[in-house]
Every structure is written in C-alpha cells, then in structure tokens.
C-alpha cells in the first residue's frame, strides 16, 4: 500500500479481501482436492504411489520403461522416476536447451510421527504393545491418548511386500498411547514439558485378549494369531517391516467460514501437492520444468531417498542420456543452470504466542506465498542465503502474474530455527530461495492452514514454472 507521501509500505493485504466469486469457487475445488490427497497420502510411500498414479493419468512415463526401450526424449516429453517407493522426480521437457537449466519445485513427503520398531511386541500385565521410537521433531506429549492408525510394509524373505493399512476405514480398528490420570499425575506434571512423556513411553496398545490354553504370554500370542489370518505375518516379520503410527482424523474444514484446513502431514505436504498440482497443469513449458518430492528431510534429509543422495543428480542424467547429451559437463551445466523454488512451510504468525514471532518479520495465514531468504538457527546458520539477484527476479515473476506473497522468518532471531533442503541443491551452484506457505501448530498431529494461501500457492507455483529464467 501508498500512504500519504507517496512512499510504499510492506504491508500485505489478506487474500480474502481481493477474491471475487469465481476465486473462492476455484480455491475450494483445489482445497476440497488437496484435503483428499492429505488423506490418501498419509506416509511417503503413499504419497509416492499416489503422485506416480496422477502423474501417469496426466502423461507422465516411467523412467524405467524409458531406459529399458532406449526412448530418444524431447521437448514436451513427460518423465518421471521414483527412488525406494519414497522420492519422487518429475520432469517437463522444455523446448529450451536443457544444459541451460531447469525450473525447478522441490518439497519433501515425510512428516513427524512415530515408528513401529523393529523387535516391537510384548506383553505386559495384561495387555499387548508394540514399541516404537518417534520420527522427526515433536512435542510427545502431544501424541498421546488420540487416535492413531498404522500404516506401511512387511516385506517378508521371499520379496512378498504386504502393505498395511490400519484404522482409516469406519469399521477398523485404532491404537492409542496411553498417559497417565490427571488425578496420579502430581509429580508428573512437575516435569518440563519435554519429559513430561519420555520416548520409550511411547509404547502403542494393540489387545487385550488372551489365546486360550497358551501359557507364555497369552495377549501377544493372540495378536500373532491374528497377523498371522489376515496377513500371513509372523513375529520375525516385524524385522524387516516399515510400519508408521498417524492421527487417524481426516483432513477437516477449520471454522465456522471453513476458511482453513485442519489435517495431519501438512509440513511439508501442503507444499508438496500444491508442486504437483501446478507441475501437472503446465503445458507448453519453454524452460523444462521439474518437480522434486523427497523424502527424510526431517531427520536432515539423509539416506538413499533423502535429498543428501545422489537420486537427483542421477536421474537427471539418466535424462539428459536419453535426450542426447552423453557427457558429464552437460549435467553439471543443468544443474548449475537450474533455478529452484525450495517450498517447505514457514512457521504463521499465532496471536496466541506472538512473543515468539518479530511480527514485521513474520508468515500470516491468508496472505499468500511466503519467502524465506535465508532459514537456519541463530545466525543463520545450516541456511541457504539467496542471492539479491535471484530475489528480485522471483520477485517479479510474482507480481507480473499478480500472485500474493510474503517474506518472512522463522520466528525470533535466537528463539530457535529450523532448515530445508535448499542448502543441499545450492551445492550444485544452483539459485534456490524457499518458498512455502505459512501454518500453525507445525509438527503437531494435526496443523493448519489456509485455503487462500493454498489457492495462490498453486498459481505461484505455475508461474515459476511457466516464466523464470
């Protein structure tokens, strides 16, 4: 806005004040979609099978196949991989010489929540648990006596995957962690918040009946019984199982005007698919565009389907083979030449904890994108600190499509912190700048966001795509 002398103010207006009708019914189409896929992709691997069946209904071919029938790529072609069952890469092919770079979104599909381990079940005093060891930073207090379901894989020793999904359906059953009563909790609620519940508290209650005529743990023995009927399961199964504890709830409209979204996973899902959504809605693309859906970027982005692993660069070679380009220097050209949007959510200004915002410096719900110029903790650092250059040029993509944005920071300078995976694609000497969208409660089992901020996240998304260079 202009005050009286001319001089412009950073204040951004809300979104809500700027949508006409034909906004709001575009914004709950894509909300009412973006709610769904939250509830079909509630772990990585289901996030990962659900992006590989859009992208296949929207053209997309499997890398594999590619390789495997020599396929000469070209401008407008449509690839995808996908590394583990867990990591996802898209790629556009642009009409532009790829060596000059890519435009480039990048999110993860991993999001906290509590693992199964992998010698788990025991009985104890009556009743049956499985334990486990929390993924991600959380508040563990926060997990306890809600309702969870169980989802991921047993892989037995002959390959045999058998995929598990417990506690989503109306007529299945749920598991919960129980805490103690308010009325024994006097010394317990002594304890700071951090200890209130300790990890290996975090013990999952699944049976209380006993296996007749079995002397030895008679509880557990009936729950082997029962894996063993549905899933053919047994005990040394768990061995080489992926199993994953969620809040139960589906994704909800949030408020009387259902003008939020109430739902789990949304660090950084939220980022996620609106990447996608705007990745399957560009076409004619002069710049190739990519779109890059990790995963374990909450415990540093490690392993083979982090973003740490060479699966990106490797695949973006496998590419460019395929397009032609057989030397090393043309991947190297790509990737240095790439620019990136690294879309991982900001932490929104809540009136209810302002202390912990410098509020001139903060991501509010209702106001679009938001960009982080530099993440990291206390004095930045593990920060990838985007160039000026390279925030003027995002800046004005932004406003020639007219998309609402925000800058922001992840709270006061020494509260705390917090990373993406920008850092990581900035070592091939690549721009990058993160770029998400705010929400509350992150990293509880259920956050919260904007419908507005989803909408505009979707447009900005294609804009990139469409027009930076």
Request: with cysteine; aromatic share 8%; charged share 30%.
């Amino acid at each position: 806005m202009i005050d009286m002398k001319g001089i412009v103010k950073m204040e951004r207006k809300t979104l809500w004040e700027n949508y006409n009708d034909a906004d709001i019914k575009e914004m709950n189409k894509i909300s009412e979609r973006y709610k769904e896929c939250l509830d079909l992709g509630k772990t990585e691997r289901e996030c990962a099978s659900l992006i590989i069946k859009m992208a296949e209904e929207n053209g997309y071919i499997n890398l594999d196949e590619a390789i495997k029938e020599n396929k000469r790529l070209s401008a407008g072609d449509k690839i995808y991989a996908c590394y583990n069952g867990k990591t996802v890469a898209l790629y556009h092919l642009g009409e532009d010489d790829i060596e000059k770079g890519m435009n480039i979104l990048g999110a993860h599909i991993d999001s906290p929540r509590i693992d199964v381990k992998q010698n788990p079940l025991y009985e104890k005093e009556g009743f049956a648990y499985l334990d486990t060891h929390y993924y991600g930073g959380i508040k563990k207090y926060q997990w306890v006596t809600i309702p969870l379901s169980m989802h991921g894989v047993f892989v037995k020793k002959d390959g045999t995957v058998i995929n598990i999904s417990i506690g989503e359906e109306d007529n299945d059953p749920v598991f919960t962690i129980t805490d103690l009563l308010i009325h024994l909790s006097a010394s317990q609620l002594q304890k700071k918040a951090s200890e209130v519940i300790e990890g290996e508290n975090l013990d999952l209650l699944v049976g209380s009946i006993l296996l007749k005529d079995e002397e030895k743990d008679p509880i557990k023995a009936n729950i082997l019984k029962l894996l063993k009927e549905k899933y053919d399961i047994e005990e040394d199964d768990f061995l080489s199982a992926e199993l994953e504890l969620v809040p139960a709830s589906k994704a909800r409209d949030l408020g009387f005007d259902k003008s939020m979204i109430l739902g789990y996973g949304q660090d950084d899902r939220i980022c996620a698919f609106t990447s996608l959504f705007a990745m399957l809605e560009s076409n004619n693309l002069k710049r190739t565009g990519c779109t890059l859906l990790v995963d374990k970027e909450e415990i540093g982005s490690v392993g083979a389907s982090g973003m740490h692993s060479r699966f990106f660069e490797n695949t973006t070679a496998e590419i460019l083979n395929l397009m032609g380009y057989t030397k090393d220097i043309s991947v190297r050209r790509c990737l240095a030449h790439s620019t990136m949007l690294s879309s991982d959510v900001s932490a929104g200004y809540d009136p209810l904890y302002a202390n912990a915002f410098e509020i001139k410096n903060a991501a509010f719900l209702g106001k679009g994108l938001v960009f982080n110029k530099f993440t990291g903790a206390r004095g930045k650092s593990g920060s990838n600190d985007a160039n000026a250059e390279y925030m003027a040029k995002v800046r004005n993509v932004m406003d020639s499509h007219k998309i609402a944005f925000q800058t922001a920071e992840l709270g006061k300078v020494d509260i705390g912190g917090g990373g993406t995976i920008a850092y990581i694609t900035a070592n091939y000497g690549m721009e990058v700048i993160d770029a998400g969208l705010a929400v509350l409660c992150m990293h509880s089992p259920c956050e919260v966001s904007s419908k507005a901020d989803i909408y505009e996240a979707v447009k900005g998304y294609k804009a990139f795509l469409k027009d930076m260079y």
